[in-house]
Antibody
Framework: QVQLQESGPGLVKPSQTLSLTCTVS??????????WSWIRQPAGKGLEWIGR???????NYNPSLKSRVTISVDTSKNQFSLMLTSVTAADTAVYHC???????????WGRGTTVTVSS | DIVMTQSPDSLALSLGERATINCKSS????????????LAWYQQKPGQPPKLLIY???TRESGVPDRFSGSGSGTDFTLTISGLQAEDVAVYYC?????????FGQGTKVEIK
């Protein structure tokens, strides 16, 4: 059973860069026709898709964040990462990573990590 | 972007009743080449990540109880819970994965009356 675990700083100052890593266990990040996604959820609110990456390196980003987002993958470490630049309080949220398939969308999710943007 | 709109925002039903949640997309999510609707339903309980219930609009994910069913095509979809159980209290989201960005509905909160 594949498992995903988010990690990274829980507090980021305004205008700085948010960096998170998702570690995949129980299977190789390179096996199968999967993509690897980031999704966020402000407290008490709905889900926002941030973007995804295939292990080929191909990416898709939400246009609302595109100028600030980079998703990368490190197959040697079985990890993929999120960078979000120039953060503001509006970026405060629980950030989830997830595995996706073309057929079924996102079938395995990490539990999420809370990131607060505050000085 | 495809806008996903769910209705109602919340509903409260008695145990054993049928719950019906609607989801409408601003454009079709039906892929004509394979006749599949790229529409998923997720269940999220407090403090937990979303759990995939239904994909391709009507295919139950492995291990999901058969009281959960999905229907619809094109732009109009429904999630039905036949015989509401206490453990079904959650927020339910629809999501289109037809095109990026993969957008979600605003969520429907299901409670026990």
């Amino acid at each position: 059973q594949v498992q995903l675990q988010e990690s990274g700083p829980g507090l980021v100052k305004p205008s700085q860069t948010l960096s998170l890593t998702c570690t995949v266990s129980g299977g190789s990040i390179s096996s199968g026709s999967y993509y690897w996604s980031w999704i966020r959820q402000p407290a008490g609110k709905g889900l926002e898709w941030i973007g995804r990456i295939y292990t080929s390196g191909s990416t898709n980003y939400n246009p609302s964040l595109k100028s600030r987002v980079t998703i990368s993958v490190d197959t040697s470490k079985n990890q993929f990462s999120l960078m979000l630049t120039s953060v503001t309080a509006a970026d405060t949220a629980v950030y989830h990573c997830a595995r996706g398939t073309v057929m079924a969308s996102m079938d395995f999710w990490g539990r999420g990590t809370t990131v607060t943007v505050s000085s | 972007d495809i806008v996903m709109t769910q209705s109602p925002d919340s509903l409260a039903l008695s145990l054993g009743e049928r719950a019906t949640i609607n989801c409408k997309s601003s454009q079709t999510v039906l892929y004509s080449s394979n006749n599949k609707n790229y529409l998923a339903w997720y269940q999220q309980k407090p403090g937990q990540p979303p759990k995939l219930l239904i994909y391709w609009a009507s295919t139950r994910e492995s291990g999901v109880p058969d009281r959960f069913s999905g229907s619809g095509s094109g732009t109009d979809f429904t999630l039905t819970i036949s015989g509401l159980q206490a453990e079904d209290v959650a927020v339910y989201y629809c999501q289109q994965y037809y095109t990026t960005p993969h957008t979600f509905g605003q969520g429907t909160k299901v409670e026990i009356k």
